[in-house]
């Protein structure tokens, strides 16, 4: 199924790899807001080619210095589980609309502890948007 829609979508001028595997991936496991994996080198499952940041692009931890890895990511269908959209208006989805294709959420590497005046920790959260041409709505 997945090369029907690949050799269609292809034809139509779409050559987005990855918008295809998030495709692949969303329709085995369609309930799934968070994607967690902590491993070392691992990534986002990118919803499209663009918008993605490379590793290096990551601002290190602001407690201690040290490089940031990708640990979970918020997925889309979180706004509609949440009901966001719902009952709104065709002018309000143009300008007020809540949307990404993807939250990539960054953390410390070393794990490092929060400053003693303070019990939370700024990580880094990286947001992804879906362009337009991939878009379902109308």
């Not at 953390?107 to 880094?124: D, K, V």
């Amino acid at each position: 199924m997945l090369e029907l829609e690949s050799a269609i979508l292809e034809h139509q001028g779409v050559r987005d790899k990855a918008f295809l595997r998030f495709q692949k991936r969303v329709r085995a496991f369609p309930d799934q807001v968070v994607r967690y994996d902590r491993r070392p080198g691992t990534a986002p499952l990118w919803a499209t080619d663009a918008g993605q940041i490379a590793d290096e692009s990551v601002p290190p931890c602001e407690s201690c210095g040290s490089a940031r890895a990708f640990e979970f990511q918020v997925m889309p269908q979180l706004l509609y589980v949440l009901g966001v959209d719902r009952g709104a208006s065709a002018r309000d989805l143009e300008t007020q609309t809540l949307d990404w294709a993807t939250l990539a959420v960054y953390t410390c590497q070393r794990g490092c502890h929060p400053s003693p005046n303070s019990s939370m920790r700024t990580e880094f959260v990286h947001w992804q948007s879906m362009p337009h041409s991939h878009s379902t709505r109308g």
